[in-house]
């Protein structure tokens, strides 16, 4: 554990000035450097304390596996996941960051979003530690943070009271130096849901522990941190940026101008300060919330009835409606017990939607189908190319369908078929392959040309050209095909509801 030092987090006579850069970098060392230095500027000639920010993630473990692919299948499961491999910095990259804003003279902080950037924070020798709005009650993350003794700026965007009176007794208890910032994290932010006068109700009820503003406000709107600092705000933070010819920046980041501007105006505070009005919910934050909060997924198949302990999941962007988010983690591990089974990669949650998002159900049924290969031990390599068979749509596969390994096709062709119990395949004839079937582990049901039959391990049945086969499995099933030649689209199969396109009802991936 880092020794817990004191740091000066400003007061009303020097103030301390925050400029998150966060992607305004857009991946691109040379311009943070140049953001970096405009901040150096802006601290000389203002003759203000300036802090410059940085944000960690690391996007193997952050974000969910299905969107640490190649995203080939669909749109990424978090609208953020884009921009976050966009502007993806190595650690070097990060490090040139840091001794560039040292040579300036300019303290540099960083946010990190998940355990390992806490690590890197420690590393990097970073004198404070920011915990950001998505990430403000996610206790695995808090507890780390808290063990680096670090002095922490906390922003609330989103919490309630009783939200932050837990954060602040942690941090207490911890013995980090602790600060906490007002924020609304809706992206830009109206003058009437500022709600500035939270600033004085906050110093209030935190008696000793200095408070800031984290504002998200149109750069126009210039008089919104001096009403902030009537209030009683002694830091400030801003998204901070550079334009270019090639780079515009959003609508909520100042450009080193506005940013010079930002600290002096004191005007319109009727319209922007709540006049001692409690916090309240502002329409649409919770989503905005919800889009950047780490939800609980089942890291494998959870059985119904199971206390869920620490090894039986993982945290991971996106958080779905209804679903466990990082803030219940301690809730939930051995303590909830599921009453119906979860399938690995699967969200865990009370009030889950109906129809997951395709990206997860495909990752679910993936994760499952190699749980059960190595139960039965058997591998595949990284690189085998696999088929969900969904014949009447993904969101019926546990009824009709099947994962159909593809090992090797040539003028002989070898294929790996599992079905999960209670799973069918409905009727269909081959009109140039020929087939074998070998059952490997678990039961099938055969029908072949109206005539049924129960296959069990080592049993064999060939299945020649034009006959009419279906088959269903009550154990669940791996079987072995070997097979002529497979030719895409010699499936013909009885129901003509049944898309005769295999682009239509099969999901193809390459396993990592």
């Not at 000035?17 to 040379?30: F, I, P, R, S, T």
């Not at 230095?37 to 596996?65: C, T, W, Y």
């Not at 590393?123 to 915990?131: C, L, S």
Request: hydrophobic letters at 40%; proline letters at 5%; one cysteine or more.
């Amino acid at each position: 554990m880092t020794t817990t030092t004191s740091f000066d987090f400003g007061s009303l006579e020097n103030p301390l000035y925050c400029l998150e850069m966060a992607n305004n970098h857009q991946g691109d060392v040379a311009h943070g450097k140049k953001i970096i230095s405009e901040a150096a500027a802006l601290a000389k000639s203002k003759g203000a304390r300036v802090m410059i920010k940085l944000q960690f993630r690391n996007l193997d473990s952050f974000l969910h596996p299905a969107d640490r692919s190649d995203g080939s299948l669909e749109a990424p499961l978090s609208g953020h996941t884009k921009r976050f491999k966009e502007t993806e910095l190595s650690d070097a990259q990060f490090a040139e960051l840091v001794a560039h804003a040292r040579h300036e003279g300019v303290p540099a902080y960083a946010t990190p979003f998940d355990e390992d950037s806490v690590d890197k924070c420690v590393e990097m020798g970073f004198d404070v530690i920011k915990v950001g709005s998505p990430s403000a009650y996610d206790w695995p993350l808090l507890r780390k943070i808290g063990g680096t003794g670090l002095p922490v700026i906390q922003s609330t965007g989103g919490m309630t009271l009783n939200e932050i009176d837990d954060v602040v007794d942690f941090f207490k208890a911890s013995g980090n130096p602790l600060a906490i910032m007002h924020c609304v994290s809706i992206y830009p932010t109206a003058n009437e849901d500022l709600q500035i006068d939270v600033v004085s109700q906050y110093r209030e009820r935190y008696e000793g522990i200095p408070i800031g503003y984290s504002g998200h406000e149109s750069p126009s709107e210039s008089d919104v941190g001096g009403l902030a600092l009537a209030k009683g705000a002694v830091l400030f933070e801003r998204h901070f940026g550079l334009p270019t010819d090639k780079i515009t920046l959003n609508a909520y980041s100042l450009s080193p101008e506005q940013a010079g501007e930002w600290v002096a105006a004191v005007q319109r505070a009727s319209q922007i300060c709540s006049n001692g009005k409690a916090r309240r919910p502002v329409e649409g934050e919770a989503a905005a919330l919800l889009a950047l909060k780490r939800g609980i997924y089942a890291k494998h198949s959870i059985p119904a009835g199971k206390v869920v302990t620490a090894d039986d999941v993982f945290l991971a962007l996106p958080c779905l409606e209804g679903q466990f988010h990082a803030g219940k983690y301690f809730e939930v591990v051995d303590s909830f017990a599921p009453m119906q089974p979860i399938d690995a990669n699967m969200p865990i949650g009370l009030d889950l939607p109906a129809e997951m998002p395709k990206a997860i159900t495909v990752s679910s049924i993936v994760a499952r189908t190699l749980e059960v290969l190595t139960e039965a031990k058997v591998s595949l390599d990284a690189g085998t190319e696999v088929e969900i068979s969904h014949q009447y749509g993904l969101e019926h596969f546990y009824e009709y369908g099947a994962v159909i390994a593809n090992i090797i096709n040539r003028d002989y062709c070898k294929k790996l078929i599992v079905q999960f119990p209670s799973q069918a395949h409905p009727a269909h004839k081959h009109i140039q392959k020929e087939e074998t079937f070998q059952v490997l582990d678990g039961t099938v049901d055969l029908v072949l040309d109206g005539k049924s039959s129960r296959l069990e391990p080592g049993q064999k049945q060939v299945i020649e050209r034009e006959h009419v086969h279906s088959f269903s499995t009550e154990t669940g099933v791996i079987i072995e095909e070997i097979s002529t030649t497979h030719i895409s689209g010699d499936s013909v199969y009885d129901d003509p509801a049944i898309a005769s396109d295999p682009a239509g009802r099969k999901t193809v991936l390459v396993l990592p």
